[in-house]
């Protein structure tokens, strides 16, 4: 098992099998196929609680001013004095209690997930742009460029992927003429361009598996037949019929993304905002120092965050993919 | 099939050089392996480092590099391995310890999480959209949510620290969180070597009957809708000889492939667990070469990772072939 | 049943013309398959009567979601579970619907046999096609495999297997469309069945070869004297084999008949849309029946076939029309009497 979530394990061509759905051909022909996907998505219980819990949590973290309580950097005000407050427990001052200076974690971790949040999507969103456009040109022109991306991505996806993270990390760090692009090695940026980086290629291998699968479909020979170029196919007729998948690529690729900056953060390879910002990341690696001393909340609670946004968003992708699983929109039995 | 696999052997030889390559020179810009040992070796003598650069093959320049990759392959193939930079230790006898630490490490995780896995799977698939397979699928999909440093992080903290307080009494409750054997221990002792293994195996173990149950059960919900399976059932035949001389027998067949391929990238592939369980397997070979850009432990740890993976793909493709009459390899 | 009164009188299926020849074997009475769905109940079969007699060959006759299909598999216990299974079915007195799963298995593939559409999806991949055979053989009777394997090859060689030895010992994959589907046959008729439903089984060949299995079905029902349900959306294969012909549409059957009678003097609008769809020599232009099939979900009041009838009048919203007899044939169209009379050109 790779360790981190990487797009290719949730492989949305992954059969789901609802049976329940099949009924031979005789329902409704009067809902468009968005109609009924949404139809579908509403009806996988566990993916509308996740969309819901997602929303509020992504609303309380953009409210951030509002919802914390303190600054990012903020110390709080001394309970006892003469007291330090240094890593206190949770306690009615500090909810989730305190770090290593004092900062109140429950603030902290409001505006670490909305920055490891905004990484996350960021990532995701220019992998799956990349991904696609690399996926569907190689699907449909096949030849030896299709045969070269899918060496490539063999050779990157065939290496442990913390692995071949780290080492592109540093290479992409080492070439002087890239760093006006990427930005240090410790910016966001950089992390942000690392992910999308990795994230491309199991956006690419499944938007080309689309291409290929629809390739051969009548509608794409009477496309043809009328004069219509390969792009114009690509673009109004296969990408359009590929949104399902690309669709639960994204959802998948967020997690990935979050989760990947979250392992790179744990092992100090990660962003360093410097000291007015934290990530979600963050505040989970620095949990490796306060395992052996006691303080359990420094702990439980970023985890606790973090494995509650992959549920949600897991979840979430799970319901898209049952919802506009190709498998179910068989004809008459 | 002997020709399909001597075929496959031969292309595998210019992929591993191609691939060793990238590698070589990957590493070489990512870590700058002269920096790493001149940091290690502070005092070293300027002949050393050209001693160094010499065995290594790490000659500067585009045509340097080239150079410098035949040299490191002329070196590795022949068994003329250089040693590590940090303590000059010979690179093998380590290399071969994590290697066999990680089989035992991985074998053990993806055996519960096969067993375990396909298990769930078909109780659920038997019963699709029931209550039973919605708490599998689940519980299924809360588990690989859990990435494996946290499940790590909390396992540790929960048997480092808590066990001992709660529970003193109870020594079988306090798992080692660390280490192969305790330290000072010699030989080999089955029971130490568990109880050790015990906790990085349940982080392992978290992610892989997750991703095992997920597949069995799609694979076996595949099969159940097919048309043969109709046709099984039309036969009069008892459910149970339905389920496992049909359903089952052609729904292990993705499951096989996709473990032969999957254990090919264990291999290397649990470098946060063994780091966080200070186990002494590949992945914190790795880390720690990493870490001191140590380019002759680096190397042959990538060729074997890239072994491993090759050797396992192979093992996925002549199975299917075993398993599926209508796959013919020529 | 007092004189006078309307067509609202229902006459017992057995009383309908065009009965089967000889004791039924295989009875339907009111049968009805609902899905729940997660857009509702879609009624895919709303009250079929139907009698099957011992080696008499029936063809049943729809175009997709008709419910010919479901019909059948119903009865066998083959469809998903979110199927409900209302009415009758019985198999020589076995009443199949609401059957324990024991009992259906004893009547599968022993006493009725049912073979698909698409032979290759059909047959399981990993095993030899004898081993197969074999199977369905051992699970209802006691026979050791090697006379079981015999066995196999003899059947085999009855549905015109050449060099069935070898053959046995193959893999699905190895065999032509027109063998497999030759092969499920000699499947199907290894426990000797009273009834074999043949759901389709020409449709994915070629008319070469759809000639050679019907010949193959022809042969088992002379020599065997097993009844055939011959399942198709395919009048010319109605027209060549079968004895009796049962039209259906929306879920219900529209008319009965001996096939020479059905194809010389239809009388439902629905079978006469069917034969006039046909393209034929001499005939100019094809004349296909406007409209499509009803969603089931809601089924139309009345005579579902109204809305792309021709012939349709305000009263066939009115009521279920039920088959009832019509000269040598059965018809559910209440206005047969006028339409014939009247001799409506195609």
Redesign the interface.
């Known amino acids: ?5 990487s797009p290719t ?2 492989d949305p061509s ?18 468009s196929p968005r109609q009924m996907a949404w ?2 998505f509403r ?1 996988h ?2 993916a509308m609680i996740s969309a819901v819990i997602l929303l509020l949590l992504v609303l309380f973290v953009l409210l951030a001013p509002l919802t914390a309580r303190y600054g990012v950097n903020e110390p709080i005000f001394r309970t006892e004095a003469g007291r330090s407050n240094r890593y206190l427990s949770p306690r009615a001052e500090a909810w989730f209690g305190t770090d290593d200076i004092g900062r109140d974690l429950y603030s902290r971790l409001i505006y670490g997930t909305r920055v490891s949040l905004a990484i996350g999507l960021s990532a995701a969103v220019i992998a799956v742009v990349i991904g696609t456009a690399i996926g569907a040109w190689a699907g449909i022109r096949g030849g030896w460029f299709d045969d070269v991306l899918m060496r490539v991505t063999d ?1 990157f996806l ?6 071949a993270l ?6 992409l760090g ?2 002087p003429w890239l760093e006006p692009i990427v930005g240090e090695r410790t910016s966001i940026r950089f992390v942000i361009l690392l992910l999308a980086l990795f994230g491309w290629m199991g956006v690419a291998r499944v938007v080309r598996g689309q291409v290929l699968a629809l390739k051969e479909r009548e509608f794409v020979e009477a496309a043809r037949a009328l004069g219509a170029s390969n792009r114009r196919i690509v673009v109004r007729h296969l990408l359009p019929n590929s949104i399902g998948p690309i669709l639960v690529a994204l959802t998948f690729s967020v ?1 990935a993304a979050i ?1 990947a900056e ?2 790179l953060s ?2 100090g390879f990660g962003p360093q905002p410097g000291a007015d910002a934290t990530s979600l990341g963050l505040l ?1 690696g620095s ?2 120092e306060n ?2 001393t ?1 303080n ?1 909340w420094m ?2 609670f970023p ?1 606790a965050t ?2 509650l946004l ?2 949600t968003i ?2 979430i992708g ?1 319901g898209l993919r049952d919802a506009t699983d190709p498998k179910l929109q068989r004809g ?2 | 099939m002997l020709r399909f696999v001597v075929r496959r052997l031969m292309w595998a030889v210019p992929t591993l050089l191609v691939v060793t390559f990238l590698v070589y020179v990957a590493i070489r810009i990512g870590t700058d392996p002269v920096a790493s040992y001149v940091r290690s070796n502070a005092r070293a003598s300027q002949a050393k480092i050209d001693e160094y650069i010499e065995r290594n093959g790490l000659y500067e320049g585009v045509d340097g590099y080239i150079r410098g990759y035949f040299r490191w392959l002329g070196g590795f193939l022949s068994g003329d391995w250089p040693r590590s930079i940090k303590g000059n230790q010979e690179v093998w006898p380590d290399l071969k310890n994590a290697m066999g630490n990680s089989l035992r490490l991985a074998g053990l995780g993806a055996l519960v999480g096969i067993v375990l896995g396909c298990g769930f799977g078909v109780l659920a698939a038997l019963k699709p959209g029931s209550i039973r397979d919605g708490s599998v699928n689940t519980t299924a999909l809360v588990m690989l949510s859990i990435p494996p440093f946290v499940s790590a992080v909390i396992l540790q903290m929960v048997f480092a620290v808590y066990t001992r307080q709660w529970f003193p009494g109870a020594r079988w409750l306090h798992f080692p969180t660390s280490g192969v054997y305790p330290p000072g221990h010699r030989g080999f002792d089955l029971i130490e070597m568990l109880r050790h293994l015990t906790l990085p195996v349940t982080v392992v173990a978290i992610q892989s009957v997750a991703v095992y149950t997920r597949y069995m059960r799609a694979s076996l919900l595949d099969v159940l809708n097919s048309d043969y399976l109709r046709t099984a059932r039309a036969k009069g035949i008892s459910e149970r000889r339905v389920l496992v001389h049909h359903a089952l027998r052609n729904a292990m067949l993705p499951i096989v492939t996709l473990a032969a391929i999957d254990f090919g990238l264990l291999f290397g592939g649990l470098i946060i667990t063994e780091r966080i369980f200070e186990y002494p397997g590949l992945g914190n070979f790795f880390l720690t070469a990493y870490s001191n850009g140590d380019f002759p432990q680096l190397m042959p740890w990538m060729v074997i990772v890239v072994i491993a993976v090759i050797l396992f793909n192979l093992l996925a493709d002549l199975s299917y072939a075993f398993l599926d009459p209508r796959i013919r390899l020529d | 049943m007092s004189g006078g009164e309307e067509q609202t009188v229902t006459v017992p299926p057995d009383q309908l013309p065009a009965g089967p020849r000889g004791e039924p074997v295989l009875q339907l009475r009111d049968f009805r398959v609902t899905f729940s769905t997660l857009f509702g109940d879609v009624q895919a079969v709303r009250g079929i009567d139907l009698d099957v007699g011992a080696g008499e060959m029936v063809g049943i006759v729809g175009e997709s979601g008709s419910g010919k299909s479901v019909t059948f598999l119903g009865l066998m216990g083959l469809l998903p579970r979110s199927a409900r299974i209302t009415g009758s079915a019985t198999v020589g007195g076995t009443q199949l619907v609401g059957a324990s799963p024991k009992v259906l298995n004893r009547v599968r593939g022993r006493r009725v046999a049912m073979i698909f559409q698409d032979p290759l999806s059909a047959l399981n991949p990993v095993h030899r096609i004898g081993d197969q055979i074999v199977e369905m053989i051992q699970s209802h009777q006691r026979m050791p495999k090697k006379r079981a394997w015999e066995r196999a090859v003899e059947l085999l060689g009855v549905v015109g297997i050449p060099q069935p030895r070898e053959r046995a010992n193959q893999y699905p994959h190895e065999f032509s469309g027109g063998m497999r589907q030759r092969v499920m046959i000699a499947m199907a008729i290894a426990n000797d069945p009273e009834v074999l439903v043949a759901d389709e089984p020409t449709t994915a060949l070629d008319v070469t070869v759809q000639a050679q299995i019907l010949e193959v079905l022809q042969r088992i029902r002379r020599e065997m004297h097993t009844a055939i349900v011959l399942i198709t959306h395919d009048l010319g294969v109605v027209a060549r084999v079968a004895d009796r012909v049962q039209v259906m549409y929306a879920g219900r059957a529209v008319e009965r008949g001996d096939v020479e009678a059905i194809f010389d003097h239809p009388s439902h609008p629905y079978t006469r849309g069917l034969l006039s769809s046909l393209p034929a020599l001499g005939r100019q232009r094809l004349s296909p029946i406007p409209g499509a099939p009803p969603n089931m979900l809601n089924p139309p009041s009345g005579c579902a076939f109204r809305a792309r009838c021709p012939h349709a009048v305000p009263a066939c919203a009115e009521g279920l029309p039920e088959l009832r007899p019509f000269g040598d044939l059965a018809t559910a169209c209440i206005r047969a009497e006028e339409l014939a009379a009247v001799e409506v050109a195609p």
Do not use: H, Y
């Open positions: 098992m790779t360790e981190l979530l394990l949730l992954e059969p789901s099998g609802d049976v329940t759905a099949d009924a031979q051909g005789l329902t409704a022909r009067s809902l139809r579908r009806s219980r566990p050779v065939a290496f442990p992927f913390l692995v780290l080492v592109t990390r540093n290479m080492e070439i997690v989760i979250s392992t744990f092992f989970v949990s490796k395992v052996l006691g359990w702990v439980l985890c973090l494995v992959a549920l897991n979840m799970d008459n039995g």
